[in-house]
């Protein structure tokens, strides 16, 4: 690997990261203590390395070479003693231009081995050798001699009725031959084959440097004065950032590396590195990935990777193992050279000794053993398979496909079956808003597949909801208004939740135009559902939104309609939250503080309003296992005084809402003697550290690490509320207390949600089946769930309530059965699976997936589309095909070539510019990959 | 001087180590709990044996392993 030192700068003093940089990143890789990582490696360096000192040797011997050619070719040119002209011009082409076959050959030789170079070497060797001794003791080197060199190979004696008449380059004076033209152009056509086989392999790596060398070279680092909270901005080399380093990103520039964001929104385009086309949202706390493009907004990012660590440099080392892997059939090609050498040593041989025994000159009997060892020579079988690959992988590479082995190739080919994982493979792994069922309404048919219509009389929907009705004449407009105020309470409770359905139902409500409703005093009932309260015509109503055994259990009562409907969603695998709505509500604390449970927020709803929380921090939390984990975690956190947190299993993180200051340390220390490894990542404020450093009414202060950043004006930013959502209507740090109360309360509407099917999915599936694949879809869900996606995308076999543990043995009985089997997915849980199927055939992991996924994977899939799998396999079977086509060519010219240079029907400069041609074929052959689709 | 008590707990849903350290650090926070030991049967009822003096009554047992959100199947008090 080439490191470029890091320019030297004097140290980076004046932007000293606060303490909390030097906390380990979330992986507990603590940054290196120099901070600099070696500059990222450049894919192809050593071919350009290689290419120009080929292309020295090259431009040395060409004029050298015309000069003994023409001398050599052309009688008129040739005056006395010409032929010492030319041996001694010919010395450093056969020595110095050719050192790197005769050193290949040596090696090779020291082995006991014979390769491609062999031949070369050993062609040239005995050329020269023969025309010295012809030069020195043959004769050949007497003043005035001339050689004639017909171009049109005649027969050889014995099958020439004009027996004896001419000879092959013979010496006019009829003395011994001299061979140095024909060895020069052995090196001559050589060094031109492997120069191109070394720029072949340049540009194949075109695609990847161009991915790689896409990063930021500048970046801003910004520094914030601890004392004044004053932020100061310098431009500084990109690969100057370390680990904890705060950046800024201004529009149309690219973020410098993977960080997370500490400040602002924006969205990131990042087309480049996975090829979707449609930008990405982020916020704070998000993590975003090196050389992305930010598109509007002005982001505040802290450095988490740096160098050698970051996603883009991992990718590059990816490929380029990938393509210093050999091939099977690369080791084909190694095998057949090894026998093929000898034998056409042996040949060589024979030849000569033929000729002799039936009666040739010397001359002509070791000019066609000569040609013989030089038209054999295999480099064309060599540069076969390293050119198609290089291309093949670099054109996969361009297209969001990085092959991790070259052994993927030939299993590609035999590829019959295909595993895909639904979730995050097949659909986008994201819920998204199905359907608004309202109580005593006809279903909802417009969005869901139809199951026919069961209106009739059903529960009118219960006051606070009918507050918000249109009157209106029609029927079915009154029930769409009705969905469309029942939606907007929803969507207002739920734009406070960070719960992936509360997500979809905001984002349904957002894309059929219905403003998110506002909102005050938001709990969280961790695991069931939220609650909050809304301001309607009939005064407080509290607005609950959660699942359908939490309600029931708190009194609520479901109409029938609405049970059928959660029926029927969970039925098909989707599913479904519940909306009830509470006229005239108000919480316990108003009138009963001693009933609070938070003795720090007596004082109510109003209270609670007032009393935004201090700070919001990102923790990464390892080592849960369970679900009782994630309530262990949440319930170690809740006993600190002033402090909440809502604990992701899946994403291994919590966020932690505190309403009185509590240090970074402290939380960490909580979780750490909970039996995990808690580790703060982002902390964002309004509290009181923050607020020691504002100046102006901006009202916030992001903490960025311990060191307090000033917030911009857009103080509505700092806390990380969801859109629609007052700034106030912050998420309550206790749970509402329901107990008993919600006796008299129905049910609104049923929200359906579910994951729905990317949209590219089931023109992938085609695409398989055409490449003769059969797709299967495996997954952990219903039966009914699984065949509604598998009809959707046209997959006819579907493995349905498989346990996560039971994927590889699901792939693992596909195999026994005789399939060879290519398994794609996304997720830990997929692992196992994708390394099972990986034995005997191809792992592919989405990009998006997990790091697990991607290391078990042979093929990473960069934009997570699967149509990327489809052409993972087209792509590597046309490489495949190529390499099988160079193979035979090579072969084909060789078994052509070798009966014709045996009857000396060729002449050695001939027989290695034909040679030369057969490298420049197969290299041009494997060019075409680039253009493959 | 109390005389101590041993109270077998059934508990339901139990299934790691962190939930036997959960439950344990729950019970142990009970005033009058002097002894907690787990037997974690991951995915069927876990038996839980509580060595207490004799001011522990069932509720707060009940409530302590509801607090590390489980759920208690069963009390079986050794007199």
Known sequence: MTTTPAPETPAPADHTPGPGAQTPTPSGQTPAPSGRSPAPHRIGEGARGHAADLSRRLWFTAPVVTVVVALSMVP???????????????????????????????????????TMDTLVSLGVVVTSVWSWWALLFGGAGRWGATMDMPLVPALPWFLDPNSGAHQIGAMSHGGADIYFEGACTIVLFLLLGRRMEAKARWNAGDALRSLLE?????????????????????????????????????????????????????????????????????????????????????????????????????????????????????????????????????????????????????????????????????????????????????????????????????????????????????????????SVRVAGSPRDDSLGPSLGDEGGAGDRVHSGARAHEHPSDSAGARDNAREDSLLALAAGVEALSEHPVARAVVAGANSRGVTPAQVQAFTNHAGLGVSALHTGPEGSELVLVGRASWLVDAGVSIPSDLREELDRAEADGASAVVLAVVPAWQDRADTDPADAIAPSHVGGVDA?????????????????????????????????????????????????????????????????????????????????????????????????????????????????????????????????????????????????????????????????????????????????????????????????????????????????????????????????????????????????????????????????????????????????????????????????????????????????????????????????????? | MAIDRTVVLDVNGMTCGHCVASVTEELEDVKGVLNVEVILNSGATSKVTVVTDQGVDDAALREAVAEAGFELAGIHRDF
Not at chain 1, 104 to 109: C, I, K, L, M, P
Not at chain 1, 294 to 302: A, D, K, S
Not at chain 1, 312 to 326: D, F, H, M, P, S
Not at chain 1, 834 to 862: E, F, H, K, P, Y
């Open chain 1, 76 to 114: 008129a040119l040739q005056f006395g003693y010409w032929q010492w002209v030319v041996a001694i011009l010919s010395l450093p082409v056969v020595t110095w231009a050719a050192w790197p076959f005769h050193r290949a050959a040596f090696t090779a030789g020291r082995h006991g081995s014979t």
């Open chain 1, 214 to 434: 896409m990063g930021a070279k500048h970046a801003t680092l910004v520094h914030i004065d601890p004392a004044t909270g004053e932020r100061s901005q310098r431009e500084v080399p990109a690969e100057q950032l370390q680990v904890g380093d705060l950046f800024l990103v201004r529009p149309g520039e690219k973020v410098a590396t993977d960080s997370i964001v500490v400040e602002g929104d924006s969205a990131l385009d990042a087309s480049l590195l996975t090829g979707e086309s449609v930008p990405v949202d982020v916020t704070v706390g998000d993590r975003v990935t090196g050389a992305t493009m930010n598109t509007w907004g002005t982001l505040l990012l802290r450095a988490e990777r740096v160098g050698a660590e970051t996603t883009l440099a991992q990718i590059g080392r990816l490929v380029t193992e990938a393509q210093a892997g050999k091939a099977p059939v690369q080791r084909l090609a190694d095998r057949i050279s090894g026998v093929f050498v000898p034998v056409v040593m042996a040949i060589s041989l024979v030849t000569l000794v033929a000729w002799l025994a039936l009666g040739g000159s010397v001359q002509s009997s070791v000019t066609a053993a000569v040609a013989v060892l030089v038209v054999a020579c295999p480099c064309a079988l060599g540069l076969a398979t390293p050119t198609a690959l290089l291309v093949g992988s670099g054109r996969a590479a361009r297209s969001g496909i990085l092959i991790t082995s070259a052994e993927v190739l030939e299993q590609t080919r035999r590829v019959d079956t295909i595993v895909l994982d639904k979730t995050g493979t097949v659909t986008s792994g994201r819920m998204a808003l199905e």
């Open chain 1, 608 to 933: 609670l309003v007032a009393a935004p929380p201090v700070a919001v921090v990102e923790m990464d939390v390892q080592g849960m296992t369970c679900a009782s984990c994630v309530r262990r975690v949440e319930r170690k956190l809740g006993k600190v005084e002033g402090v909440s947190a809502t604990v992701n299993l899946a994403t291994e993180s919590a966020r932690i809402t505190l309403t009185r200051e509590v240090s970074n340390a402290d939380l960490e220390a909580v979780v750490d003697a909970a039996g995990y490894r808690g580790r703060v990542l982002t902390r964002t404020g309004t509290g009181a550290e923050g607020k020691a450093n504002l100046e102006g009414p901006a009202g916030g202060a992001i903490f960025a690490g311990t060191d307090p950043v000033q917030e911009s004006p857009a103080a509505g930013k700092v806390w990380p509320s969801a859109a629609g959502a007052p700034a106030s209507a912050c998420p309550s740090v206790r749970a509402r207390d329901l107990s008993g109360r919600l006796g008299s309360a129905r049910a609104g509407a049923v929200l359906v949600v579910r994951d729905t099917v990317k949209p590219t999915s089931a023109a992938a599936v085609r695409e398989l089946e055409r490449l003769g694949v059969t797709p299967v879809m495996l997954t952990g869900d219903n039966r009914r769930a699984a065949r509604a996606v598998g009809d959707e995308v046209g997959i006819d076999r579907v493995i349905a309530e498989v346990l996560p543990a039971d994927k590889a043995r699901v792939v693992a009985d596909l195999q026994e059965q005789g399939h060879v089997v290519a398994m794609v997915g996304d997720g830990v849980n997929d692992a196992a699976a994708l390394a099972q199927a990986g034995r005997a055939g191809l792992g592919m992991a989405m990009g998006s997936g997990t790091d697990v996924a991607r290391q078990v994977a042979d093929i990473t899939l960069v934009n997570s589309e699967l149509t990327s799998a489809a052409a993972a396999i087209r792509i590597s079977r046309a490489t495949l095909r190529t390499i099988k086509q160079n193979l035979f060519w090579a072969f084909a010219y060789n078994v052509a070539m070798i009966p014709l240079a045996m009857l000396g029907m060729l002449n050695p400069m001939i027989a290695s510019a034909a040679m030369a041609f057969s490298s420049v074929f197969v290299v041009l052959n494997s060019l075409r990959l680039r253009a493959a689709s």
